[in-house]
């Protein structure tokens, strides 16, 4: 295995030199790092991490946790969070915490323990009063939570326009004539879950729709949940003639349902999720969407994460929202004809 010694001696330099170039601890021309990481690269010579983080106090790694690996929204954020770490010459250590926040504390104390530099954090939807929440506050270094933000502040997030994406959501089934609309939520103790129902109700008010409080079903962002609750939408009288999914594995589970029922899509019920999937294209009918800048979102957490490490980012936490679009599609592409200028109490809408 080479040394420092072996890359110094072959590429005609001092091992101070060799030092330099691997720690930026000291500039060196172009001239010289270029035929330093040119031998290094030679003779495969990796540099002692363990000795080189207890000098710099530093790993150069992030840990990030994050619910469901299975989920395709999340996927996508952690490539986002990984090409722009790699970009700053950090690596991340992903951790999979399956909704349980037992995982999730765990995971936090394993990722301090290996001495990572910060924290990615997708919370998990357990616990009104978020132990993770109180873990957080007692960390030494910084977190980043993505899409969940906690309800105290206790760390810089970035999330989406939950709220005012769920509204357009609606508003565009209320635009096609759908005067029905029922939601299937996520768990209502996340604030995301609850700012997509909020929107959804400020969208109704403002066509002074009312509906049933059996049209508001709380689900799990899963496609069990989604089917199970799709079961009992269909089967409900009056039977609602639009249904806004608040994520995209309820939608799938919802579809399954309407195709159980034998029920047609959107001729019977129209449907919108929040979420966008590259696949819903190929689906018949396509599925209507608000897409999430899921890479983004990834992205941007990692460079606020590192700003923070590195001290170029300073005061008091900061939540940054980035926007969602509406993608229409077949399954929400569809007039209903029923009241469709009237509220289901006969009132029109408010201009």
């Known amino acids: 295995m080479a040394t420092i010694h072996d890359v110094a ?50 790993t150069r790694t992030l840990g990030m946790i994050i619910p469901d690996i299975t989920n395709p929204f999340f996927p996508s954020v952690v490539r986002g969070s990984e090409d722009a770490s790699r970009q700053r010459g ?40 978020h132990k993770t929440v109180n873990a957080l506050g007692q960390l030494s270094i910084p977190v980043v939570c993505l899409d969940r933000s906690p309800e105290r502040e206790c760390a810089d997030s970035v999330v989406v326009e939950n709220e005012g994406g769920a509204a357009r959501a609606v508003d565009h089934l209320l635009r096609r004539g759908h005067r029905k609309i029922a939601i299937l939520t996520g768990p209502l103790n996340l604030i995301n879950a609850k700012e997509r129902l909020k929107g959804y109700r400020r969208a109704l008010s403002k066509w002074s729709v ?4 059996s049209f508001v079903l709380e689900g799990e ?14 089967n409900l009288r009056p039977r609602p003639t639009a249904v806004f ?26 449907v919108v999720s929040f979420d966008d999937l590259p696949w819903w294209e190929a689906l018949h009918p396509s599925i209507s969407a608000l897409a999430q800048p899921a890479y983004r979102m990834g992205v941007e957490g990692a460079t606020l994460l590192v700003d923070r490490i590195e001290g170029q980012r300073k005061g008091p936490f900061v939540k940054v929202h980035l926007p969602t679009k509406l993608v229409v599609r077949e399954s929400s592409n569809f007039k209903c004809l029923e009241n469709s200028s009237l509220g289901t109490n006969g009132d029109r809408r408010r201009s």
Do not use: W
């Open 9 to 58: 001696r072959e590429a005609r330099v001092s091992p101070a030199t060799v030092s330099n170039v691997i720690n930026k601890t000291v500039a060196v021309s172009d001239r010289l790092r270029h035929r330093v990481l040119r031998t290094m690269r030679k003779l495969r010579y990796q540099p002692n991490e363990i000795a080189r983080s207890l000098r710099t106090k530093s």
């Open 90 to 129: 950090y690596a991340i250590i992903l951790c999979n915490s399956d909704n349980r926040i037992s995982k999730e504390l765990d995971y936090l104390d394993i990722l301090r323990a290996k001495g990572v530099d910060g924290v990615l954090l997708i919370l998990s939807p357990e616990g009104k009063t």
């Open 210 to 213: 009312s509906i049933p409080s």
């Open 221 to 234: 962002f899963d496609i069990a949940s989604g089917r199970k609750l799709g079961h009992k939408l269909v």
């Open 245 to 270: 999914s608040c994520n995209n594995l309820m939608t799938l589970g919802l579809v399954k349902a309407i195709r159980d029922a034998k029920l047609r899509c959107p001729e019977d019920i129209a």
